[in-house]
């Protein structure tokens, strides 16, 4: 049975750090390039990040270029997203997917306010 399991979300104050896991079970996961997306209300789903399988090549989002970082534990099945100088508009739920294989977590809240 094929699993992603997200955690880490929460709430944060702008300016502020989260670091969200994605935790993969059924799969290959060392063979799979791994994905960060998210979702406000009431707007569409955006890429965040990416990882090929063997973390050779990362993508960002321009919106996020130089605050988040993407890695991943192929030893541990899991992928992070690391989140710094959080912004209001960071706010959404974030889930993890294996594009390729079309598999996804259920998500996690990030709500960055003051």
């Known amino acids: 049975q094929v699993q992603l399991v997200e955690s880490g979300g929460g709430l944060v104050q702008p300016g502020g750090s989260l670091r969200l896991s994605c935790a993969t079970s059924?799969?290959?996961?060392?063979?799979?390039?791994m994905r960060w997306y998210r979702q406000a209300p009431g707007k569409e789903r955006e890429l965040v990040a990416g990882?090929?399988?063997?973390?050779?090549?990362?993508n960002y989002g321009d919106s996020v270029k130089g605050r988040f970082a993407i890695a991943r534990d192929n030893a541990k099945n899991t992928v992070y997203l690391q989140m710094n100088s959080l912004k209001p508009e960071d706010t959404a739920v974030y889930y993890c997917?294996?594009?390729?294989?079309?598999?996804w977590g259920q998500g996690t809240q990030v709500t960055v306010s003051s």
């Open positions: 990882i090929s399988s063997d973390s050779s090549i990362t």
């Open positions: 059924g799969f290959t996961f060392s063979r799979h390039p």
């Open positions: 997917a294996a594009p390729l294989l079309g598999f």
